[in-house]
């Protein structure tokens, strides 16, 4: 984030768009109940109840940011707002970085302990999903 263009926040925007929200959205949709379906124990109900809303404060800024890469030609003061933006983008990277690092030291060795009872219960949910899908269009 050096420099005062803003093509590397355009990059960083796209990043979080392709990556993060959708490494979010598969943590969320497949992993999590995947996860408490095998573990419904106290402690990883409560370990994904902190991740989700981890996951909700770290989309919000993500929706800051990308409201003000929206507008910040028609501020005022553009190389100060996309110094602000890019102080945002930084905070919201260290955050990311931050929610991944705790997910590699609590999410990760649960999921590998119940990895394969994980990965079957996704697949089933993938492979009912058409049919799920089909019989609501009916």
Known sequence: ??????ADLIQLQIF?????LDHFAYEEEQVFPALLAVDPSPGTHALVAELQEEHKSILAACGRLFSGLAWYLTAEDVPATIRS???QAREVLDAVLAHAGREDATLLPLVQTHRRHIEALIAEAAAEEPRTTRAAGR
């Open 16 to 20: 979080f768009r392709h990556h993060v």
């Open 1 to 6: 984030l050096e420099g005062e263009g803003t």
């Open 85 to 87: 933006l890019k102080k």
